[in-house]
């Protein structure tokens, strides 16, 4: 019986999947699989792999076309045969008994969805290592009947998939696929399990994953066109969510939209400070954003303690005192000193995608 499936999205990762194959060798419990989804990879990615594949059987090789991290995970969901889920970036790896503990304290619990800690090794482009962070779950201990209701604001805004082991007969009864979005996929994959209303999470305060972000070039340090018009999606859909459950009126969700909805802002504004677009044309897309009601309401209702880092706070600020001018000339400032990191709500990173879009 296969316990837990991994499922690593492959592109250009050559350098750095060994460590990952390492990690998966070095699992104490035995019952698991790999799925590794080369995603048309025009490196040795999925050479290094089969010849890895070669001596274990349970590591496994899809070949497909490039279709984007979200095409890519959804073939490993479709060809994962592991009571649980477990989403593994192939330039990431994980502790020796992280299948083993998972998975443990699913089977104990009956838990449809475990949430753990994890750590963020940050480079620079010559390798040397800049910065490191350890996030955990802003819960902890078991939670049972409508955890996910009963915790939104702690959990809204936790949008990493690989943070978390899921149970595949859960995601495959709600149908849960990932959407084709350059940035936020994991957002919407999460959203669209817990709107169903799993029955029981269990939150570990334990490390079991431990990210890199090296790639000066990654997804997240790009600029995005569709973001300009759609940059709201995921505060959008969680208040979809929201209005589902008949909790329009409730003060926590209702904060906690719009908690991300600001997220979703300062995102937005990270994206137009990485365009070609003029200081003038940032300031004009920043005026429209803050026409749309919703915008307005939760930069006015959302306090400045909440904002994250002391840059967000400031810009967060200059917000409610309404000058979008100020926040563009201070995203311009900040703008070569950004790396991919992040920060933060919801015990969180935020991290590039391991393949590229789809090509066009």
């Given at each position: 019986?296969?316990?837990?499936?991994?499922?690593?999205?492959?592109?250009?990762?050559?350098?750095?999947?060994r460590?990952?194959?390492?990690?998966l060798l070095?699992?104490?419990?035995?019952?698991?699989?790999?799925?590794?989804?080369?995603?048309?990879?025009?490196?040795?990615?999925?050479?290094?792999?089969?010849?890895?594949?070669?001596h274990?059987?349970?590591?496994?090789?899809?070949?497909?076309?490039?279709?984007?991290?979200?095409?890519?995970?959804?073939?490993?969901?479709?060809?994962?045969r592991?009571k649980?889920?477990?989403?593994?970036?192939?330039?990431?790896?994980?502790e020796?008994?992280?299948?083993?503990?998972?998975?443990?304290?699913?089977d104990?619990?009956d838990?449809?969805?475990?949430?753990?800690?994890?750590?963020?090794?940050?480079?620079?482009?010559?390798?040397?290592?800049?910065g490191?962070?350890?996030?955990?779950?802003?819960?902890?201990?078991?939670?049972?009947?409508t955890?996910?209701?009963?915790?939104?604001d702690?959990?809204?805004s936790?949008?990493l998939?690989?943070?978390?082991?899921?149970?595949?007969?859960f995601?495959?009864?709600?149908?849960?696929?990932?959407?084709c979005?350059?940035?936020?996929?994991?957002?919407?994959?999460?959203?669209?399990?817990y709107?169903?209303?799993?029955?029981?999470?269990?939150?570990?305060?334990?490390?079991?994953?431990?990210?890199?972000e090296?790639?000066?070039?990654?997804?997240?340090n790009?600029?995005?066109?569709?973001?300009?018009?759609?940059?709201?999606?995921?505060?959008?859909?969680?208040r979809?969510?929201?209005?589902?459950w008949?909790?329009?009126?409730?003060?926590?969700h209702?904060?906690?939209?719009?908690?991300?909805?600001?997220?979703?802002?300062?995102?937005?504004?990270?994206?137009?400070?990485?365009?070609?677009?003029?200081?003038?044309?940032?300031?004009?897309?920043?005026?429209?954003?803050?026409?749309?009601?919703?915008?307005?309401?939760?930069?006015?209702?959302?306090?400045?303690?909440?904002?994250?880092?002391?840059n967000?706070?400031?810009?967060l600020?200059?917000?409610?005192?309404?000058?979008?001018?100020m926040?563009?000339?201070?995203s311009?400032?900040?703008?070569?000193?950004?790396?991919?990191?992040v920060?933060?709500?919801?015990?969180?990173?935020?991290?590039?995608?391991?393949?590229?879009?789809?090509?066009?």
């Open positions: 019986m296969v316990r837990v499936s991994f499922i690593l999205p492959v592109y250009n990762v050559e350098k750095c999947v460590r990952a194959i390492d990690s070095a699992q104490t419990m035995p019952d698991f699989e790999a799925i590794f989804v080369d995603d048309g990879s025009p490196d040795r990615s999925a050479d290094i792999i089969s010849e890895a594949a070669a274990d059987s349970r590591l496994r090789l899809i070949r497909k076309e490039n279709g984007g991290v979200a095409s890519a995970r959804n073939a490993g969901l479709d060809a994962a592991g649980y889920i477990f989403f593994l970036d192939p330039d990431d790896w994980v020796p008994d992280a299948a083993e503990q998972l998975a443990d304290a699913a104990r619990e838990a449809d969805i475990v949430i753990f800690g994890s750590t963020l090794d940050t480079y620079d482009a010559s390798g040397r290592l800049v490191r962070s350890t996030a955990m779950p802003p819960l902890e201990g078991v939670f049972r009947g955890p996910f209701r009963d915790n939104f702690k959990i809204a936790s949008h998939v690989t943070n978390k082991l899921m149970r595949r007969e995601i495959e009864q709600h149908c849960c696929r990932f959407r979005y350059d940035i936020g996929e994991d957002a919407m994959f999460f959203i669209d399990f709107r169903n209303d799993p029955a029981c999470l269990v939150s570990l305060r334990k490390v079991c994953y431990h990210y890199t090296s790639r000066v070039g990654s997804l997240s790009s600029y995005h066109n569709e973001r300009i018009d759609e940059n709201f999606y995921i505060s959008d859909a969680l979809d969510v929201v209005h589902e008949g909790l329009d009126d409730s003060p926590m209702s904060a906690a939209v719009k908690y991300c909805t600001v997220r979703d802002l300062q995102m937005g504004i990270k994206n137009v400070s990485l365009s070609n677009m003029s200081l003038r044309e940032r300031t004009a897309w920043l005026r429209r954003m803050m026409k749309l009601p919703r915008v307005r309401e939760a930069v006015h209702d959302t306090p400045l303690a909440s904002a994250g880092s002391r967000d706070t400031v810009k600020l200059l917000l409610k005192l309404h000058l979008p001018g926040v563009t000339i201070l311009a400032l900040n703008r070569r000193g950004t790396a991919g990191t920060g933060t709500a919801g015990g969180a990173f935020e991290k590039a995608s391991p393949t590229p879009p789809a090509k066009l």
